[in-house]
Nanobody, 124 residues
Framework: QVQLVESGGGLVQAGDSLRLSCVLS????????MSWFRQAPGKEREFVAT????????NYVDSVKGRFTISRDNAKNTVFLQMNNLKPEDTAVYYC?????????????????WGQGTQVTVSS
């Protein structure tokens, strides 16, 4: 049973930075491609970023390109989301997700496990 636990959310001002972390337990972390999704109030959950199993490939939604960076440390079973120059429209609950594959898709139904989410609030 794969379990994911996110941390690092909080309340920040526009222009600030945050780093989210997500630890996977229960299975071999290196077997999973990892992604971050987010859900803003009143909106559907959307894809944010993904990183391949080996860490060599990443992909981002256009709205965060150049501001967010996804990375992983396979020795620590952890995936990170570094968020710089945060904007009020980045306010959402952020979820990490794991897909048992070399490369993860943007289709939420493909994922094998989800974390409980961590709140990010950006004030203007």
């Amino acid at each position: 049973q794969v379990q994911l636990v996110e941390s690092g959310g909080g309340l920040v001002q526009a222009g600030d930075s945050l780093r989210l972390s997500c630890v996977l337990s229960g299975r071999a972390f290196s077997s999973y491609a990892m992604s971050w999704f987010r859900q803003a109030p009143g909106k559907e959950r959307e894809f944010v970023a993904t990183i391949s199993r080996g860490g060599g490939n990443t992909n981002y939604v256009d709205s965060v390109k150049g501001r967010f960076t996804i990375s992983r440390d396979n020795a620590k079973n952890t995936v990170f989301l570094q968020m710089n120059n945060l904007k009020p429209e980045d306010t959402a609950v952020y979820y990490c997700a794991a897909e048992n594959n070399v490369w993860a898709s943007r289709r939420q139904s493909d994922y094998d496990a989800w974390g409980q989410g961590t709140q990010v609030t950006v004030s203007s």
